[in-house]
């Protein structure tokens, strides 16, 4: 349980840190709303619970599989509707994870320069 707090503590950091660059809020912003569409689209479209299409959509958008039989979708339109939710998620939370990634390296590397001497050694294993 510490460890999963901890690693939400560094998550929320790194988010904290790549909303400063340019076009972080965008995407952060495109990855919210497509969830919700998607879960609204589910509920919607398949008479689920808000749960439930919020897991559906998810799950969809992250590659996963999904365990619980009870939540396929049916009719042509839903599936046209998936496959271009698919392509155009997937694209965006990519991206998304891709500005937390830097973001976070670039953390840790402010945090190994400041514990650095002032005009001193370099890192083990540099030039």
Known sequence: MLSAGLMLRRLWAAIRFAAKEEGFVRVFGAAVILVILGTVTYST???????????????????SSISDPHL???????????????LTGIGIL????????????????????KHRKPGGDSAPGGD
Do not use: H
């Not at 479209?45 to 590659?63: E, H, I, K, P, R």
């Not at 991206?95 to 945090?111: C, D, N, W, Y």
């Open 45 to 63: 479209s398949q008479g689920w619970n808000v749960a439930d299409g919020f897991y559906f959509a998810v799950c969809t958008l992250t590659t």
């Open 72 to 86: 396929t979708i049916t009719g042509e339109p839903i599936k046209l509707f998936t496959a271009f939710y698919v």
């Open 94 to 113: 990519v991206e998304l994870a891709r500005q937390i990634g830097v973001a976070f390296i670039a953390m840790r590397e402010e945090r190994v320069a």
